[in-house]
């Protein structure tokens, strides 16, 4: 039944995904879109539509674009997407590349918070590639962002990140460091999610 009733949830995520994307597509047909909307289309016909390698054409469609009409944040956005889609795929290299292209753009606009969002998928990406070093190095630096823009749920799933790396990279003392101070934070932040892989990751550094 517990089956059943999962495989009837993902059709009908699915069927809206698809419908979403279908009404997004037939609005390409209008001549009046500027070339700044096209592109933001293109890339929301990416995010919407349920299968990966369409939304990838579809992203690059973007990028491709936001290229030509000179507009950086647009072509980090896509780039972010095509990142996104790329790891989904387990093209990690691939993701790695389009995630560094987009950090260059936000960190030559100063542009804080979508640095840090990049910095984690960057460290998601190094993880993918089992090198815990890097993925703790731009962990770090989205730690500190977060920080001074007082994003205190960010931060925290941040550190909960960092100290899962430190675990896996058999950096125990760290990582139980990290996973303590999360659940303080969590105090304030009562999230059932942070709460849950917190404990958990701990009991497995106290296993080790």
């Known amino acids: 039944m517990s ?22 597509i037939q609005q390409l047909d209008n001549l009046n879109l500027s ?13 919407y539509h349920p299968d990966i390698r369409t939304s990838i054409d579809f992203s690059k469609e973007s990028l491709k674009l936001a ?19 790329e790891h989904r795929l387990g093209n990690n290299n691939l993701s790695l590349e389009a995630s560094i292209n987009a950090l260059k753009i936000y960190e030559s606009l100063d542009l804080k918070k979508r640095m840090a ?29 977060y920080s001074n823009l007082n994003e205190s749920q960010k931060y ?29 934070l969590n105090k304030q932040l009562k999230n059932n999610m942070i709460q849950g892989y917190s ?6 550094v106290y296993n080790t």
């Open 3 to 24: 089956l059943l009733c999962l495989l009837m949830c993902s059709t009908l995520i699915y069927s809206q995904s698809i419908k979403k994307a279908d009404s997004l």
């Open 35 to 47: 070339e700044v909307n096209r592109t933001k289309l293109l890339l929301d016909i990416a995010i």
């Open 67 to 85: 290229i030509k009409i000179n507009n950086p944040i647009l072509q980090a956005e896509a780039f972010e997407e095509i990142s996104l889609l």
């Open 117 to 145: 969002a990049t910095y984690a998928q960057l460290a998601n990406n190094y993880m993918s590639n089992l090198n815990y070093d890097m993925a703790i190095k731009y962990l770090k630096r989205a730690k500190q962002i």
């Open 156 to 184: 925290a799933i941040t550190i909960l990140n960092l100290g899962e790396n430190y675990r896996l990279a058999r950096r125990l003392d760290s990582a139980e460091i990290s996973f303590k101070r999360v659940l303080n």
């Open 199 to 204: 404990q958990g990751n701990l009991g497995m």
